[in-house]
């Protein structure tokens, strides 16, 4: 759940900001571990409908934002003040979005707001992944390390997006073609057809007159069909925004043949790194769990791993926990962990576990990016050929009639 908080620093200066946590009680903990004394915390209210179509008019593209974060690395690995390199970024930037938030985020951070909570209120252009990466950074004094693994992490994002789009481009354009062919024939071709057949006793193909209905509903409830679908995609649109919703959504995607097992490695590098750079800058393994549970971007995974802090208060060992949710986090992991814990050397482990899971991502991405085309062209191929099979086969009837 989303939380919006009012809290005191220890010098009594007034922070607002919001946090997601899987219960409030998470939430007071993460805002603890940060020295903040809370005043308020309140689950944030639904935003309308419209507001999602606003944020996605208003995004920046990955391209800009990896851009503006390695241009940021490295002013803070060059010692450039954080405010300082901020308003460098600013000038240098050409889009529009990116340059005015820049600009807030600076005059927020001379404000005395920290560089997390600023980024926080962007949300339209700063994830939750990026707000929590830079807010453990914060924690541990790692900006220089941080904000150049955000900026290896997009641009492995946008050069895996690019290949895919590229991968899909054609095939896209195929579907898109059949699609308004087979609605042309639906609506337009088959039915002038389909009194020869009536009249001349040729039995419809099953296949044909499901086209044929469905045609005849596209021509006459066109109107009904279009509010129907725009009431669905709503509906769902809304459903997945709740909490239950993106648990329901977390988990048919991580039961996906292929997907799941992407999704799983990337989670698993996610959560390897970001406790690896919190455990490096002295922060407990408890506390490092539950931020970054929050920087993963899953809510099944950020509950899991708020159960695991939770186990580990209790005196547990992390690798034991994390061996009770092998469905989530491989064998591998508990393993490797166990021999960091063993030898003192937990966050050199963990990096390891996110080097060796961030190659396992590419080379399974690749492995797609090489299927993908072949699969859908297929596919095209099959609803192709049973499209002028709706149309051959009872031409063909007809002919054995005479």
Not at 303 to 329: C, I, M, P, W
């Amino acid at each position: 759940m989303k939380l919006n908080y009012k809290a005191r620093t220890k010098e009594g200066e007034l922070q607002v900001g919001s946090i997601e946590a899987a219960s409030r009680e998470a939430a007071m903990n993460i805002l603890s571990s940060h020295d903040l004394f809370i005043l308020s915390l309140e689950q944030e209210k639904q935003g309308r409908w419209y507001d999602q179509i606003m944020a996605f008019m208003n995004r920046v593209k990955a391209k800009d934002m990896m851009v503006f974060t390695r241009q940021f690395a490295t002013l803070l690995s060059a010692q450039v003040p954080l405010g300082e390199a901020l308003r460098t970024l600013q000038k240098q930037t050409k889009n529009q979005i990116l340059k005015e938030t820049i600009f807030e985020v600076a005059s927020d951070i001379d404000a005395g707001l920290s560089l997390s909570q600023s980024l926080e209120k962007y949300s339209n252009v700063f994830s939750p992944f990026y707000v929590n990466m830079i807010r453990s950074a914060e924690v541990t004094g790692r900006m220089e390390q941080t904000t150049g693994f955000l900026a290896d992490y997009i641009e492995k994002e946008v050069a895996i997006t690019s290949r895919v789009y590229n991968a899909l481009l054609y095939p896209a354009f195929m579907i898109v073609l059949f699609v308004v062919v087979a609605a042309i024939m639906a609506i337009f071709v088959l039915p002038q057809i389909e009194p020869i057949f009536s009249q001349a006793g040729v039995p419809t193909p099953l296949f044909t007159q499901v086209i044929i209905d469905a045609g005849n509903i596209l021509a006459n409830w066109w109107y009904i069909v279009i509010i129907a679908i725009v009431a669905l995609v709503g509906f769902v649109a809304d459903y997945l925004r709740t909490e239950e919703g993106r648990v329901v959504l977390d988990e048919v995607v991580l039961r996906i043949p292929v997907v799941n097992n992407l999704l799983k490695k990337m989670y698993v590098s996610r959560f390897a790194e970001s406790v690896s750079i919190l455990t490096r800058g002295g922060i407990p393994i408890a506390q490092s769990l539950e931020i970054a549970g929050q920087t993963i971007g899953s809510i099944i995974y950020r509950d899991t791993l708020h159960q695991t802090a939770e186990d580990v208060r209790r005196g547990e060992l992390l690798s034991q926990s994390l061996a009770k949710n092998e469905e989530y986090f491989p064998p591998l992991v508990s393993q490797m962990v166990a021999v960091g814990e063993s030898t003192g050397r937990l966050d050199d482990l963990l990096e390891k576990i996110a080097a060796f899971y961030t190659r396992e991502v590419d080379g399974v991405v690749a492995n797609l990016v090489e299927l993908i085309q072949p699969v859908l062209m297929l596919i095209i191929g099959i609803l192709v050929a049973a499209m002028f099979a709706s149309i051959l086969v009872p031409i063909y009837n007809l002919l054995h009639t005479f």
